[in-house]
């Protein structure tokens, strides 16, 4: 248990960071602790939540309502999924507050026995005695892989010498098991960044796991990775948002992407970077405040704030190449190794089903509830050729969560943003991914999906949650085009795609927003947005949604299988203020398309003659644009090369210096 008083931690962490009192570096006041205590006040004035938020009650000498956190100590008796999400809650209690009068000794055993009990991978309790003791729990995702870890590694130092059930370990076994598992998940992190890139969704969950890390282990290096790591998923918040919208493009998001106000992010934007607003019992942001250890260094502060800048443009390259595994020290046949191909869910990869179908037998995982579709299959996939037939034939459907390596783009300026992942998997299947958004407003947002059905809850894809078929999309600067090709055959996952793409462009959300002379016109504050379809026919729907009537009309449908999607935006002052010279300049640009081959040309006003198809690349005035390779960062502030050992960020007179090898982190003042 950690007692170190806070400042002589801020003391300790400001000269492991290089920041020391000769430093000629101005450290200016950020009201970081004012908002701290902002965010608790919101909390304790607010409705008890979760273990998080009753967690923070006790951090203010508040008597928790513990009938939430019994709610969560029953899901993870229960094993129910997300159960994990809240093992940084209730370890921070029991390290922090287990000798706490405010909780009853019946809290605080019930705790203790869940955590002891609680299964944290999925070869526990597959026992002689107990073979088929099976769950539908989801492990592996990347969030999910480092919050089991994490916890288990926690639990395993609390009680090193208690016997957890479920794996028959001790304490410190467990932390002997799962300590490499941590290790791996921050190096691949570091390096090549996340796989649920940009997540506005489990960023939410990578957080908490690795503040817990930090301010509840006692192991110095995995305490300093966890801080770098943690460095970095703020660095890629501050970097790809517009005034607290985190509306880039993402690896995993749902309807959140619909509004800033949505977003699972928001509450840390605003504790971090005061934009957006509180969320109490928010888990990223309850951790934060509750930590007396991380302190984020400043210059991402600064570079959150950085929206005067007349042209931004980031770039960066996360995740992995299936096809590069032996690179990563991993291996097609190593069942260790298969969770973490799980992290980037490459469960049918040709290269990986193998040891996914040895996964699903040694984890009892024909059972789980997310591999039901595969039960009706087990005779055959235990066939390797039948397997490795079935994952070549159906690869575009079966591999739509996967999440191999992926190049961003993310232009910025003061009155917009807009952002795409480049050229990703065009006519693949897709499950929670959002390829491109732009970006005006905390609210006013727009993008294009293809349904995977027509249902607006359950599984995922859905309506406008992923996509039935991904399109192919390219950004250069301010202009994003988009083909679909939609896949009319019927598959394993998703069957009967729908025959038409829509676009989601809220009227109310923009102080004006019309379709006129084919192109659909929208503007806000001082941004403007045009978006085209190439369906002559395609208009907004009338909305008969009633949880999203403040929205206005929000839906574009374009009819066909065949669908080319253009959007541009601007600022007024590109064109003196006047809308109406950005509509006519937008209406009579040239737009060619060729809708059998889904290519098109478009002379762009801002970016000359632009040209893209199917097959080869976007061209502009007929030179190729380079949308692929990119570094693990490439932005004004700095960046690192692929795969990145070093990264600095420089920006407002502060900086950062990152060193994987050396785990050094020199920075030139820390979150005040």
């Not at 605080?108 to 002689?128: H, I, S």
Request: hydrophobic residues 35%; proline residues 5%.
């Amino acid at each position: 248990m950690k007692t170190i008083p806070g400042f002589m931690v801020l003391c300790a962490v400001a000269l492991l960071a290089g920041c020391d009192s000769s430093s000629s570096v101005e450290c200016t006041e950020t009201e970081y602790e004012a908002r701290k205590e902002a965010f608790f006040d919101a909390t304790l004035a607010a409705p008890s939540n979760n273990t998080y938020s009753e967690v923070m009650r006790l951090a203010r000498g508040v008597k928790p309502e513990e009938s939430e956190i019994q709610d969560d100590l029953d899901r993870m008796n229960e094993r129910l999924d997300t159960a994990d999400f809240r093992l940084p809650a209730i370890l921070w209690m029991l390290y922090q507050y287990g000798d706490s009068e405010l909780l009853s000794e019946e809290i605080l055993d019930n705790a203790k026995e869940a955590l002891l009990a609680f299964k944290y991978w999925p070869d526990e309790l597959l026992t002689e005695a107990d073979p088929v003791d099976t769950d539908n729990m989801v492990y592996w995702t990347e969030n999910h892989f480092i919050l089991f870890s994490t916890g288990a590694y926690l639990a395993g130092q609390l009680y090193p010498d208690e016997v957890f059930t479920a794996s028959g370990e001790t304490g410190l076994e467990k932390m002997e098991t799962f300590r490499p598992r941590i290790m791996r998940w921050l190096e691949l992190r570091y390096q090549t960044g996340f796989t649920e890139w940009l997540s506005n969704v489990y960023y939410d969950e990578d957080i908490p796991a690795l503040v817990a890390l930090i301010e509840l282990g006692e192991d110095e290096e995995l305490d300093q990775l966890a801080t770098m790591v943690l460095d970095l998923i703020f660095a890629d918040m501050a970097t790809n948002q517009f005034r607290g919208n985190f509306g880039s493009t993402h690896g995993r998001t749902y309807e959140q992407k619909m509004s800033g106000t949505r977003d699972s992010t928001r509450s840390t934007f605003k504790l971090q970077f005061d934009l957006n607003e509180f969320s109490p019992g928010n888990m990223s942001s309850s951790a934060l405040a509750l930590s007396s250890t991380y302190r984020m260094p400043q210059v991402i502060y600064e570079m959150a704030q950085d929206f005067d800048r007349e042209v931004y443009e980031n770039r960066q390259r996360m995740s992995i190449r299936i096809e590069e595994a032996d690179r990563w020290g991993l291996d097609y046949e190593r069942l260790e190794d298969g969770m973490t191909f799980l992290t980037l869910e490459a469960y049918t990869h040709p290269l990986t089903i193998g040891l996914f179908v040895e996964m699903l037998d040694a984890y009892k995982w024909w059972e789980h509830s997310d591999f039901a579709p595969f039960k009706e299959f087990q005779t055959q996939l235990n066939d390797p050729a039948i397997r490795d037939a079935f994952a070549t034939s159906f690869e575009k459907d079966i591999t739509r969560n996967m999440r191999p390596e992926v190049n961003t783009y993310t232009y910025r300026t003061p009155d917009y943003m807009l952002s795409t992942a480049q050229d990703w998997r065009g006519g693949y299947g897709g499950d929670q991914q959002s390829i491109w958004q732009a970006t005006l407003g905390m609210e006013a947002v727009a993008f294009t999906t293809h349904p995977g059905n027509e249902s607006l809850g359950g599984p995922t894809p859905r309506y406008w949650t992923g996509y039935g078929t991904m399109p192919r999309a390219t950004q250069l600067e301010n202009v994003v085009i988009s083909l679909y090709d939609v896949d009319t055959e019927t598959y394993v996952y998703v069957t009967d795609q729908p025959l038409y793409t829509h676009a989601f462009l809220p009227k109310a959300k923009f102080d004006e927003a019309l379709k006129e002379n084919g192109w659909f016109f929208a503007k806000k504050g001082e941004g403007y947005l045009a978006l085209w379809s190439s369906d002559p026919d395609a208009d907004w729907v009338p909305n008969t949604d009633p949880e999203m009537t403040d929205f206005g009309d929000f839906e574009i449908i374009a009819e066909g299988e065949k669908t080319i999607w253009v959007c541009e935006v601007a600022r007024a002052a590109d064109y003196g203020g006047d809308f109406e010279a950005f509509k006519a300049a937008i209406s009579s640009a040239a737009i060619r398309t060729d809708a059998d081959d889904l290519s098109v040309e478009y002379d762009s006003p801002s970016q000359g003659a632009l040209a893209m198809g199917w097959e080869g690349p976007m061209t502009q005035e007929g030179m190729p644009i380079v949308v692929g390779d990119y570094p693990r960062y490439d932005s004004p502030y700095g960046g690192a090369e692929f795969p990145a050992e070093q990264v600095t960020f420089e920006h407002a007179g502060q900086s950062l210096k990152l060193d994987f090898a050396e785990q050094s982190r020199e920075a030139s003042c820390l979150y005040e």
